[in-house]
Nanobody, 123 residues
């Protein structure tokens, strides 16, 4: 599997960004996918996940209703729309196939993480 993330950038607090991830080498529609963030000096954490059905989503931080996730199985893409951004949202953002049983990265991602896309939110 290969994934390539894009859409990051520098934005002021309160702004928006739309991140996109395209996957290849995998039966995209058969997997749940998700976005993860790694802030400087911190471990990578889950942001928002979407089930293969394209409807059910999961976030470990439900209060973050500022973000929405969607997928296009025809294009093998998953999109993270981020609104009302805050400086705490700063970090490198990655997408990955996930296990819906554990809400953790799927084992096929073990050595397949993409380069990520940097999001920097200034105050």
């Amino acid at each position: 599997v290969q994934v390539v993330e894009s859409g990051g950038g520098l934005v002021q607090a309160g702004g928006s960004l739309r991140l996109s991830c395209r996957a290849s080498g995998v039966q995209f529609k058969e997997y749940a996918w998700g976005w993860f963030r790694q802030a400087p000096g911190k471990e990578r954490e889950r942001v928002l996940l979407i089930h293969w059905n394209g409807v059910t989503t999961y976030s470990p931080h439900p209060e973050k209703g500022r973000f929405t996730i969607s997928r296009d199985n025809a294009k093998n893409t998953v999109v993270l729309q981020m609104n009302s951004l805050k400086p705490d949202d700063t970090g490198m953002y990655y997408c990955a196939a996930v296990s819906w049983e554990t809400y953790q990265p799927h084992r096929l991602m073990r050595n397949a993480w993409g380069p990520g896309t940097q999001v920097t939110v200034s105050s």
